[in-house]
Nanobody
Framework: QVQLVKSGGGLVQAGGSLRLSCAASGRTFGIYAMGWFRQAPGKEREFVAAITWSGGSTFYADSVKGRFTISRDNAKNTMYLQMNSLKPEDTAVYYC????????????????WGQGTQVTVSS
């Protein structure tokens, strides 16, 4: 089993920044990538960003490219999502997840999920 513990989130004004972190522990051997997803009220969960376990490759949804940056600290087994220039439409519950599969943009590929955290961007 892999445990994912997330921190960060909260309320910020439009144009502001927040950082989310997600620490992985347990049987992390075999994880291919970690990712961030979000779900707004009344909407389906959507892909935000992902990074391979080695940190060598990153993937972003078009809606966050140029504003969000995903990174990881291999020594700490921790993944980060730096969110800049936040918009009200970024408001959602954010989840971190880990997958052993290569299709990193699909939520169905992910085996392990952390708890959600609310990010609210006020206009």
């Amino acid at each position: 089993q892999v445990q994912l513990v997330k921190s960060g989130g909260g309320l910020v004004q439009a144009g502001g920044s927040l950082r989310l972190s997600c620490a992985a522990s347990g049987r992390t051997f075999g994880i291919y990538a970690m990712g961030w997803f979000r779900q707004a009220p009344g909407k389906e969960r959507e892909f935000v960003a992902a990074i391979t376990w080695s940190g060598g490759s990153t993937f972003y949804a078009d809606s966050v490219k140029g504003r969000f940056t995903i990174s990881r600290d291999n020594a700490k087994n921790t993944m980060y999502l730096q969110m800049n220039s936040l918009k009200p439409e970024d408001t959602a519950v954010y989840y971190c997840a880990a997958t052993q599969r290569v299709q990193v943009v699909l939520s169905t590929s992910y085996n392990y999920w952390g708890q959600g955290t609310q990010v609210t961007v006020s206009s």
